[in-house]
């Protein structure tokens, strides 16, 4: 008996399915994402699989944070923030440029650091921090803090 698994795939869909994405290569991270410069400091806790691309990365935060896919939006090294540019939307709804997986920037590095700014004309600016690498996502638990505290 072939033990092959088959699954259904989005034919636009670069990856399978999130709910087969342990079995495949990569790992999960948990992003802490805080929104820089901000009195009360808020931030949102997201859980992306390492082999998702930055534009999925970006639907994630749009999402974590109520925001509408309308605007420019670009990711840069946490170090440099807008010098040394990792990749970013050319065009408003998200298709960024390079098209690279989280996977070829991060490479499972627990602390790393991103700079993410979404909307150009009145920036949001977050630091994205990989706080935990795990091999499921199972090994996160379903309780994600968001925070909007003084």
């Known amino acids: 008996m072939d033990k092959t698994k088959t ?3 989005d ?3 670069l990856m399978p399915p999130p709910d ?3 079995e495949f290569l990569g790992n999960y991270y948990l992003i802490k994402a805080e929104i820089r410069n901000q009195k009360p400091i808020q ?3 997201v859980v992306v699989h390492s082999m998702q691309s ?3 990365l970006h639907q994630t935060l749009l999402q974590a944070f109520g925001l509408e896919n309308n605007h420019l ?3 840069h090294e946490y170090a440099r923030s807008k010098t ?3 990749c970013e939307a050319t065009q408003a709804y998200g298709i960024f440029n390079p098209a690279l997986f989280l996977l070829d920037v991060i490479e499972d590095q627990e602390g790393y650091k991103l700079h993410y700014m979404y909307n150009y004309e009145q920036p949001l600016e977050l630091i994205l921090t990989v706080e935990k690498v795990v091999k499921q996502q199972s090994d996160i638990s379903n309780r994600l803090a968001m ?3 003084n």
């Open 11 to 13: 034919r636009y869909a």
């Open 20 to 22: 087969i994405m342990d």
């Open 84 to 86: 040394d540019l990792i």
């Open 43 to 45: 931030w949102r806790r």
């Open 7 to 9: 699954f259904r795939v």
């Open 73 to 75: 939006a670009a990711f």
């Open 54 to 56: 930055f534009s999925a």
């Open 147 to 149: 925070s909007s505290r």
